[in-house]
T-cell receptor, first 116, second 114 residues
Framework: GDSVTQMEGPVTLSEEAFLTINCTYT??????LFWYVQYPGEGLQLLLKATKADDKGSNKGFEATYRKETTSFHLEKGSVQVSDSAVYFCALSGGAGGTSYGKLTFGQGTILTVHP | NAGVTQTPKFQVLKTGQSMTLQCAQDMNHEYMSWYRQDPGMGLRLIHYSVGAGITDQGEVPNGYNVSRSTTEDFPLRLLSAAPSQTSVYFC?????????????FGPGTRLTVL
């Protein structure tokens, strides 16, 4: 079945540091890939998405590129802020075609803490 | 639009009790899902629905029932609560457009089973 693997956390950075959170996936077909963010005490919010190979999703300074050859979707940000402290989830959907719409497969999440 | 709403926000149950977690969406989305979030395990799919009257099991369905009589509502029933069901529960809804399936999440219900 489909699966998503994220880098082990937690990740602790100083403000303005460069961020990379690794994400690799296993899926049949051509999944859509997502990064969700969860701020303390809140639900999940979509951060960015990509639907086909070589697509780059971007939002709020975060970027991720859909790499089919390496089955990866790593999240990057050039300069993190304290307000970026949150839990980040990589996820995929639709890997097996139409029957898998409505379902997301998540990675285990990576806790990011940014210090001033 | 209120988006996806969930009630209650917090709940404490005793082992063996039953309860229903409510979920509603006002975006006319065809797909709705229930997930549970446990530390170090991400979110795992419990049940999902691709439309009114149609439901299916996800990765961890045991101990939970769902039904979908309307497009808007997708309640999750715990039949006989167990401590292993202590978790945070998220409901989500989504639409399908051009092959993309973007899900919108509710704020969650934190459930403790004693």
């Amino acid at each position: 079945g489909d699966s998503v693997t994220q880098m082990e956390g937690p990740v602790t950075l100083s403000e303005e540091a460069f961020l990379t959170i690794n994400c690799t996936y296993t899926a049949t077909g051509y999944p859509s890939l997502f990064w969700y963010v969860q701020y303390p005490g809140e639900g999940l919010q979509l951060l960015l998405k990509a639907t086909k190979a070589d697509d780059k999703g971007s939002n709020k300074g975060f970027e991720a590129t859909y790499r089919k050859e390496t089955t990866s979707f790593h999240l990057e940000k050039g300069s993190v802020q304290v307000s970026d402290s949150a839990v980040y989830f990589c996820a995929l959907s639709g890997g097996a075609g139409g029957t898998s719409y409505g379902k997301l497969t998540f990675g285990q999440g990576t806790i990011l803490t940014v210090h001033p | 639009n209120a988006g996806v709403t969930q009630t209650p926000k917090f709940q404490v149950l005793k082992t063996g009790q039953s309860m229903t977690l409510q979920c509603a969406q006002d975006m006319n989305h065809e797909y709705m899902s229930w997930y549970r979030q446990d530390p170090g395990m991400g979110l795992r799919l419990i049940h999902y629905s691709v439309g009114a009257g149609i439901t299916d099991q996800g990765e961890v369905p045991n101990g939970y029932n769902v039904s979908r009589s309307t497009t808007e509502d997708f309640p999750l029933r715990l039949l006989s609560a167990a401590p292993s069901q202590t978790s945070v529960y998220f409901c989500a809804s989504s639409y399908r457009e051009g092959g993309i399936n973007e899900q919108f999440f509710g704020p969650g219900t934190r459930l403790t089973v004693l």
